[in-house]
């Protein structure tokens, strides 16, 4: 072992006893500091955690959404338009999409009916998401009854329930077959409520959006892209708005930090005239009483940053569920996949390790740099 690892050894030694001395203080310290980092990491972890989520979930989305305006409003389309985008070069392919809401009064939620292009259920039988049937109380083989367009009872045998890893997605959501569609909303035949386009480069996406444009003005083209943007334009804002209301909190931290920068109390002035009297140099004060703020600060960093992962991830985040997830009847449940990005966890670090170890060392080195008789008979 080296001389300068064991001096700085000694120092870190000394600066546990020295803490230990004061733990009532250092205790309410580690604890306002822990609370800190605990509620802003954990925004930002749950945050982070969706946006990623929600990334994963339009990873399959269709490269082009084209839907059909009417004064403004979103309208059903032909099936001509289907003809008519098809022969577009760089498109691959062009379905046709039926979906709809229904306003369920029992639950007081929007449900959100679709026909899948693929694998969709036989006639009278419907696949309904985890929220939907927890809600419900249903099961495989239950009768699932709404009022379709003309008041009249309809009712949907439940086939089975979604995937729990896509309740994000399909909280609210039920696969219901094309004729069960057209029957339930009295939806015309030969109209679709949008098209999908399959774009064989991804390159090409922007310009085939404005080929569809040039043949149909009428129409309204959404990229995977800029669904992706709206996502996490939502995920921003209401990530925001919580890190708005913990500002009180970084404001109440950041004075605490200032208070500790301002001065010494007259006991540790006189702690630090003694070591400087007994021969320590000003160096040896200032390494101590540096080993002495980072271990504070770093010790409550980690334990707030694990306690704010155990929340997210292990917890499903009860604190920050109802404004990032958003305000809803269907709260959709499911796993958040964790990962470590250093980036965001050296950020959190230098925004709340450093100012606070900084801050100790200014009032430290005035009074290491004083005459230690005059510090002592203060």
């Not at 062009?94 to 259920?121: I, K, S």
């Amino acid at each position: 072992m080296t001389g300068g690892w064991r001096r700085q050894r000694a120092l870190i030694d000394f600066a546990v006893a020295n803490m230990a001395r004061r733990r009532g203080r250092n205790l309410g310290l580690f604890l306002a500091y822990t609370l800190v980092v605990f509620l802003i990491s954990g925004v930002v972890l749950y945050g982070d955690a969706l946006r990623r989520e929600a990334r994963a979930l339009l990873a399959d989305a269709p490269e082009l959404v084209v839907q059909r305006l009417t004064a403004g409003r979103h309208d059903l389309i032909p099936a001509g338009w289907t003809e008519t985008l098809a022969g577009l070069r760089g498109v691959t392919a062009v379905q046709g999409r039926l979906w709809g809401y229904h306003y369920d009064p029992a639950l007081g939620a929007n449900l959100t009916l679709w026909v899948p292009l693929e694998d969709a259920p036989l006639p009278g039988q419907v696949q309904i998401g985890s929220a939907l049937a927890r809600e419900k109380g249903l099961g495989r083989d239950d009768v699932l009854s709404f009022r379709d367009a003309y008041g009249k009872p309809f009712p949907f045998a439940v086939a089975g329930t979604l995937e729990r890893q896509s309740e994000l997605a399909n909280a609210d959501l039920m696969l219901v077959n094309e004729k069960d569609f057209r029957a339930f909303f009295a939806f015309p035949q030969g109209m679709f409520t949008d098209l999908a386009l399959s774009v064989r480069n991804p390159r090409e996406v922007r310009k085939v959006a404005e080929k569809v444009l040039e043949r149909l003005p009428a129409a309204r083209v959404i990229s995977r892209e800029e669904m992706a943007r709206t996502y996490e334009a939502a995920f921003n804002w209401r990530q925001g708005l919580l890190l708005s209301v913990l500002s009180v909190l970084l404001l109440a931290f950041a004075l605490l930090a200032w208070d500790k920068a301002s001065g010494l109390s007259a006991e540790e002035r006189r702690e630090i005239g003694i070591l400087k009297a007994v021969g320590w140099e000003t160096g040896d004060v200032l390494a101590m009483k540096l080993w002495e703020g980072g271990l504070l600060s770093l010790t409550a960093f980690l334990a707030g940053y694990i306690l704010a992962w155990l929340h997210v991830f292990h917890a499903d985040a009860p604190l920050f569920t109802a404004v990032l997830k958003g305000w809803s009847v269907l709260y959709p449940r499911f796993a958040l996949v964790p990962e470590v990005n250093v980036a965001q966890l050296a950020s959190l670090a230098f925004l709340t390790v450093l100012p606070y170890v900084a801050a100790t060392l200014v009032p430290v080195w005035r009074a290491a740099t004083l005459d230690p008789d005059g510090v002592m008979r203060e």
